[in-house]
């Protein structure tokens, strides 16, 4: 065997620094080649160096996504900015807040200094809230007839904010006009947020239990619940001046971590957004972001779930958890006791059991 | 809205090549690359409609990835990776030696791969550069045979 071809087989194959130099090298030119602004960078050359990179550690380059999958986490993706909800991607929007001025929210008497102020921080354009310990950290509210109205000054270096916090405790302190009309709901639901009896056709009880205007809400709700096998609940409440909602544009989309809904229902004048996010589990909820160029929020109390409503000049957003469910109301051309009443109105869906 | 074929056709145009710049560009880390890659893609998809026909999409993919990386790495920072601590880099040179065993897998190699070879060991990075451009090659093809070359004489060995 020749002599100079045995060496040049060992050192080819047990030099172990072999395929490091390479990558080193490789490494390099790429590097020369990202120094250049994008604009002048060759293409083909970083192709060919990476190419090279995966090739020397053997990678396999997996299968492409599919076409449809892509396409339908764009379309979820459009369908979020809707209504001008950031989820999921929070994590990236989280870099640009960081610039941004935070403000220290100050809480309610009733749960204490730092409860809300974990959950909920005002961040320059809007609300940042931790929905996956929403539920837990904020106890659920036994009925009260008290209101309580807070105004906080805060003050940092570069402006000052005024921040209106205010409670609403029951429906009890409404006027007597707002009492009359939700006047169908309390009478669907025990005072302690207990459970009607169970009846075997769900649809059915619900559009019972529920004010006329909200039946094509409830329908639609319970029909795209049922063909995409959540539990959800549904609004028994609807104001007499919102009838003749009509569902304009709906759609469900099955995520990696929750069922979502959509719905947007509208009379001409009136438009209701509703976003239904099933969550696997409550761990899985992200940090939601909703833009608010106000720092006015009200702080929903209900036996059954917790939730808070952002005032707008021209819309409001509702925002609350039951369960493993994140629902999110987005309203125009609505009243603020309007989204108010709406969204603590919400019961779930009968379907033979009564667990949250 | 796009049709899912031109998605296709886009996909299967630039998917390996973008996987290939994340994964360089992310510590040789398979999974981050293969996670960032289809960010890109759903980014490129969100906001194709403010494209012109006439854009590089090829340019705006690469511009998208170094946006998506820039953003994945704030989120989770990968681990730094050197070359000798990487296992994954280093798989194939530790995948162990050249048994003294009978006729040569030299053997098999014909006599340009040889040359090749010899080439590649006898010469530093910018000789090893020179001879790539004498061969017409790419020092990145040039190393990409080395490496094919290499695992064709393992593969004898075994």
Request: proline share 4%; with cysteine; aromatic share 8%.
């Given at each position: 065997?020749?002599?100079?071809w045995?060496?040049?087989?060992?050192?080819?194959?047990?030099?172990?620094?072999?395929?490091?130099?390479?990558?080193?090298?490789?490494?390099?030119?790429?590097?020369?080649?990202?120094?250049?602004?994008?604009?002048?960078?060759?293409?083909?050359?970083?192709?060919?160096?990476?190419?090279?990179?995966?090739?020397?550690?053997?990678?396999?380059?997996?299968?492409?996504?599919?076409?449809?999958?892509?396409?339908?986490?764009?379309?979820?993706?459009?369908?979020?900015?809707?209504?001008?909800?950031?989820?999921?991607w929070?994590?990236?929007?989280?870099?640009?807040?960081?610039?941004?001025?935070?403000?220290?929210?100050?809480t309610?008497?009733?749960?204490?200094?730092?409860?809300?102020?974990?959950?909920?921080?005002?961040?320059?354009?809007?609300?940042?809230?931790?929905?996956?310990?929403?539920?837990?950290q904020?106890?659920?509210?036994?009925a009260?007839?008290?209101?309580?109205?807070?105004?906080?000054?805060?003050?940092?270096?570069?402006?000052?904010?005024?921040?209106?916090?205010?409670?609403?405790?029951?429906?009890?302190?409404?006027?007597?006009?707002?009492?009359?009309?939700?006047?169908?709901?309390?009478?669907?639901?025990?005072?302690?947020?207990?459970?009607?009896?169970?009846?075997?056709?769900?649809?059915s009880?619900?559009?019972?239990?529920?004010?006329?205007?909200?039946?094509?809400?409830?329908?639609?709700?319970?029909?795209?619940?049922?063909?995409?096998?959540?539990?959800?609940?549904?609004?028994?409440?609807?104001?007499?001046?919102?009838e003749?909602?009509?569902?304009?544009?709906?759609?469900?989309?099955?995520?990696?971590?929750?069922?979502?809904?959509?719905?947007?229902?509208?009379?001409?004048?009136?438009?209701?957004?509703?976003?239904?996010?099933?969550?696997?589990?409550?761990?899985?909820?992200?940090?939601?972001?909703?833009?608010?160029?106000?720092?006015?929020?009200?702080?929903?109390?209900?036996?059954?779930?917790?939730?808070?409503?952002?005032?707008?000049?021209?819309?409001?957003?509702?925002?609350?958890?039951?369960?493993?469910?994140?629902?999110?109301?987005?309203?125009?051309?609505?009243?603020?006791?309007?989204?108010?009443?709406?969204?603590?109105?919400?019961?779930?869906?009968?379907?033979?059991?009564?667990?949250? | 809205?796009?049709?899912?074929?031109?998605?296709?056709?886009?996909?299967?145009?630039?998917?390996?090549?973008?996987?290939?710049?994340?994964?360089?560009?992310?510590?040789?880390?398979?999974?981050?690359?293969?996670?960032?890659?289809?960010?890109?893609?759903?980014?490129?998809?969100?906001?194709?409609?403010?494209?012109?026909?006439?854009?590089?999409?090829?340019?705006?993919l690469?511009?998208?990835?170094?946006?998506?990386?820039?953003?994945?790495?704030r989120?989770?920072?990968?681990?730094?990776?050197?070359?000798?601590?990487?296992?994954?880099?280093?798989?194939?040179?530790?995948?162990?030696?050249?048994?003294?065993?009978?006729?040569?897998?030299?053997?098999?190699?014909?006599?340009?791969?040889?040359?090749?070879?010899?080439?590649?060991?006898?010469?530093?990075?910018?000789q090893?550069?020179?001879?790539?451009?004498?061969?017409?090659?790419?020092?990145p093809?040039?190393?990409?045979?080395?490496?094919?070359?290499?695992?064709?004489?393992?593969?004898?060995?075994?």
């Open positions: 065997m020749n002599k100079e045995f060496n040049l087989k060992d050192i080819s194959i047990t030099d172990k620094l072999s395929d490091k130099n390479m990558l080193y090298d490789l490494q390099r030119l790429l590097d020369e080649e990202l120094a250049k602004p994008l604009e002048e960078r060759d293409l083909d050359a970083v192709k060919d160096i990476t190419d090279a990179i995966v090739g020397i550690n053997d990678e396999e380059i997996p299968k492409p996504v599919g076409a449809e999958g892509i396409l339908a986490e764009v379309s979820a993706r459009k369908k979020r900015g809707r209504i001008v909800q950031l989820r999921r929070a994590a990236v929007i989280s870099a640009c807040f960081a610039v941004c001025i935070a403000l220290n929210f100050y309610l008497r009733t749960y204490g200094y730092n409860v809300v102020e974990t959950l909920i921080k005002a961040v320059s354009s809007g609300f940042s809230v931790d929905l996956a310990h929403f539920d837990d904020l106890p659920l509210s036994p009260t007839t008290a209101t309580t109205a807070t105004t906080v000054t805060t003050e940092d270096m570069q402006s000052v904010t005024t921040v209106t916090v205010t409670t609403i405790k029951s429906q009890s302190t409404m006027g007597s006009t707002e009492a009359e009309t939700t006047e169908p709901i309390t009478t669907t639901r025990s005072a302690g947020g207990g459970t009607p009896s169970v009846s075997a056709d769900p649809l009880e619900a559009l019972g239990n529920s004010a006329e205007a909200a039946e094509p809400v409830v329908r639609a709700i319970w029909e795209a619940s049922s063909q995409n096998g959540m539990e959800v609940c549904y609004p028994t409440y609807i104001p007499l001046d919102a003749g909602l009509e569902l304009t544009d709906s759609s469900s989309e099955q995520l990696k971590d929750s069922k979502d809904l959509y719905f947007t229902f509208s009379n001409g004048e009136k438009t209701l957004d509703l976003i239904i996010e099933e969550y696997i589990s409550k761990d899985l909820m992200p940090e939601a972001v909703i833009p608010s160029d106000k720092m006015d929020y009200y702080l929903m109390e209900s036996a059954d779930y917790n939730g808070f409503i952002i005032f707008e000049d021209e819309s409001n957003t509702a925002l609350f958890v039951y369960g493993n469910t994140v629902y999110t109301l987005h309203t125009r051309g609505f009243d603020r006791s309007d989204i108010r009443d709406i969204a603590e109105n919400f019961v779930p869906f009968f379907t033979g059991s009564s667990e949250k | 809205m796009i049709e899912p074929e031109h998605c296709t056709l886009i996909i299967e145009k630039y998917y390996n090549e973008i996987f290939s710049y994340c994964y360089a560009k992310l510590g040789y880390s398979h999974h981050s690359a293969e996670d960032c890659t289809q960010e890109v893609f759903v980014v490129f998809f969100s906001k194709h409609e403010r494209l012109d026909e006439t854009d590089n999409i090829r340019l705006w690469y511009r998208a990835a170094d946006n998506v990386i820039k953003a994945f790495v989120k989770a920072p990968p681990p730094a990776v050197s070359l000798e601590d990487s296992p994954e880099a280093m798989n194939i040179a530790d995948s162990g030696g050249f048994a003294e065993n009978g006729d040569s897998p030299l053997d098999l190699l014909s006599s340009e791969e040889r040359q090749l070879l010899e080439l590649y060991y006898n010469s530093d990075y910018g090893r550069n020179e001879a790539a451009k004498r061969l017409g090659l790419s020092l093809a040039l190393y990409r045979k080395i490496h094919k070359l290499k695992k064709k004489l393992r593969a004898a060995e075994k």
